[in-house]
């Protein structure tokens, strides 16, 4: 069964003070737009990044929109969106994290027929909104041109990018770097903290073992298709899922590609699962009720005695609910 469609973002905006946090490309604009679509009163957009001479005269005004506000003013007594790479929190104001597109959203947004069809796009093209609708040729422009557009140290970026899902300690990460950049340890692990803290990469623990290698996923797993030529279906397919998971705590484990301790929910990320590879690995699976094997279109009903296992193809997993 298809889910229905959403032709808008499934976080909606509404007449209050909001700041809307978020990397770049995730649609922090675009979800303002949209909402003034149908908004009735006088609004006033300024880009704080935009060089030229700015109005700063809010008379009359019901909404002001601060897009990269960098708070070199003071926010004026009028309802004001602010959009902004990183949450902020302030008085009167709530937050809303934009993260890209989910895949359900991307569908929404794609035109193809085949739900199939559309997660092969949805691989190849990554999650973010824009990249929808341009000719194949400009999505990997797009990606390029948004790349050097992040405020961060371009190898570090470069590094956690091309090597999501794999597992390194940060003490790792850095001997690695020194021996191609200059580079000092402390700014390194500050340009690690604010990676992480803007929602631009993610870090997974293992369970139970804080000083073990951590796994690293970007929040659009394209970038890794223009910075490096090593191909990884699997690893890809694992910050796929990552996204997907809206949970509060997620670690990973040896037998499990990732673990939520709250639900004693193992999952398994199999893009090409076949029972006899798929046995193997549950038998080093323990302290779980049920383990979600989730595949590419692989599906197919496995009995285990120790608990309950349930093997789907992503689409399906994704609109189980």
Do not use: C
Request: aromatic residues 18%; hydrophobic residues 40%.
């Amino acid at each position: 069964m298809l889910p229905k469609k959403i032709h808008d973002r499934k976080v909606k905006l509404d007449f209050q003070n909001t700041v809307i946090s978020g990397p770049k490309g995730v649609g922090k604009t675009f979800l303002v737009f949209n909402f003034l679509e149908n908004f009735k009163g006088k609004y006033k957009y300024i880009d704080f990044s935009d060089y030229r001479e700015k109005n700063f005269d809010f008379s009359g005004i019901d909404l002001l929109i601060f897009d990269n506000f960098d708070f070199s003013i003071d926010i004026p007594p009028v309802t004001t969106f602010i959009i902004t790479d990183k949450k902020t929190d302030l008085e009167g104001f709530k937050n809303i994290e934009l993260k890209a597109l989910d895949f359900e959203e991307f569908f929404s947004f794609d035109n193809s027929q085949s739900i199939t069809h559309s997660f092969d796009k949805f691989l190849k093209t990554g999650n973010l909104p824009r990249s929808i609708y341009l000719e194949d040729y400009f999505k990997e422009e797009y990606l390029k041109d948004l790349f050097e557009l992040l405020p961060f140290n371009r190898e570090i970026l470069k590094f956690y990018f091309s090597h999501i899902g794999e597992k390194f300690t940060l003490y790792q990460i850095y001997q690695i770097l020194k021996k191609h950049i200059k580079i000092s340890k402390d700014s390194f692990y500050k340009t690690t903290n604010e990676l992480i803290e803007k929602r631009v990469i993610f870090e997974v623990n293992k369970f139970n073992s804080p000083k073990s290698p951590k796994k690293f996923y970007a929040y659009n797993f394209a970038f890794k298709n223009i910075l490096t030529n090593r191909k990884n279906i699997l690893l890809t397919f694992e910050n796929i899922v990552f996204l997907e998971l809206n949970e509060d705590e997620i670690f990973y484990k040896d037998s499990l590609s990732f673990y939520i301790p709250k639900k004693r929910l193992g999952i398994m990320v199999m893009p090409f699962a076949n029972e006899e590879i798929l046995e193997e690995k549950l038998k080093k699976v323990k302290d779980v009720d049920k383990v979600q094997v989730i595949t590419i279109s692989n599906e197919f009903d496995f009995e285990w005695k120790n608990f309950e296992v349930e093997v789907t193809p992503f689409w399906q997993w994704r609109f189980a609910e």
